[in-house]
Each structure stands twice: as C-alpha cells, then as structure tokens.
C-alpha cells in the first residue's frame, strides 16, 4: 500500500471550475507510475455508495463515468507522484465528498470498482451552489 492525500475542494457555484490533487506519498510510493489512479465520489446521504468517477491507467489511458465526460478531465505526473481531476462546468449534483485511490502495480482491470484498488485518502469536499 501507498499513502493517499487529496486536496483542492471547495465551494463553488455551479457553472464553476475546481481542480483537486492527489498526492502518493509513503515507503513504495516509487510503485506510482505503475498504478492505476482513480477518483471516486459520495454524495450526501449516499453514505453506502461511493461512485466511479474517473481513471487514469498507468498507461496513460483514461476512462470517465458519463455524468462528468466532457466536463471532467483526469491528469498524472509521475515525477511528482500526483494525480489530478480538472472540474469544470460544475453542477450542484456534483457536490460530494472525492477520494483518490491507487490501484495495484501493474493491474490489468476495468478498475471501475473501489475493490479494484488497494489505497484510499481520506477525501475532499466538493460542494457546488445552485
């Protein structure tokens, strides 16, 4: 396992932009650029149901769930073990609590579900206004 430390939410009114981090940090965070990075979400009351949001594979591809394509945009740089989630053209169904995860070194799979990564941070707040 890695160490996992989101940062960059906030408030923000809809039609807004936010980008926050996620930085891997820990005694094999060298393993960085070998895993997949994902983002997840919890929305108010949804305590049982923390949602796929993007992934960025250690390949450079990027999947994105289709509530957020075209408004969301998943980056890494290794050098700097962090990853990042450009938000733009917020929408008040967007306020959540993000979490970054890291996946396995070397993980070949849809890593689409939180049993496909093995670190998480302790999130972000995301909140957006109407």
């Known amino acids: 396992q890695v160490q996992v430390a989101e940062s960059g939410g906030g408030l923000v009114q809809a039609g807004g932009s936010l980008r926050p981090s996620c930085e891997v940090s820990?005694?094999?965070?060298?393993?960085?650029?070998?895993?997949?990075m994902g983002w997840f979400r919890q929305a108010p009351g949804k305590e049982r149901e923390r949602e796929f949001v993007a992934h960025i594979t250690w390949t450079t591809l990027t999947y994105y769930v289709d509530s957020v394509k075209g408004r969301f945009t998943i980056s890494r740089d290794n050098a700097k073990k962090t990853v990042y989630l450009q938000m733009n053209d917020l929408k008040p169904e967007d306020t959540a609590v993000y979490y970054c995860?890291?996946?396995?070194?070397?993980?070949?799979?849809?890593?689409?579900?939180?049993?496909?990564?093995?670190?998480w941070g302790q999130g972000t707040q995301v909140t957006v206004s109407s």
């Open positions: 820990g005694r094999t965070a060298s393993t960085f650029s070998s895993r997949t």
């Open positions: 995860a890291a996946g396995w070194p070397y993980y070949s799979g849809t890593s689409n579900h939180r049993n496909e990564y093995d670190s």
